[in-house]
């Protein structure tokens, strides 16, 4: 099970709802993510915003280790 689907799972959320809080048009499409297929640099550092840091871009693209993002503070 990929980080991302774990992170999905406790959330209690299904791939679709996954799939519309990041914008995208289908389930099939969060379970090719889940699997590492299709993750955009974009996708990956909104899957990261998205979840606070807990799925991070080094997570999801090994190959974009460096890539750090800003969160904001809560409360900010």
Excluded: N
Aim: charged residues 25%.
């Amino acid at each position: 099970m990929s980080h991302l689907e774990t992170w999905r799972r406790s959330k209690g959320w299904s791939q679709a709802d996954l799939a519309r809080k990041l914008g995208l048009r289908s389930k099939g499409h969060v379970s090719r993510l889940e699997s590492g297929v299709g993750l955009t640099t974009d996708l990956a550092i909104a899957i990261d915003r998205l979840t606070s840091g807990t799925v991070t871009v080094a997570d999801l693209r090994p190959d974009l280790h460096d890539v750090r993002v800003l969160h904001p503070e809560a409360g900010a």
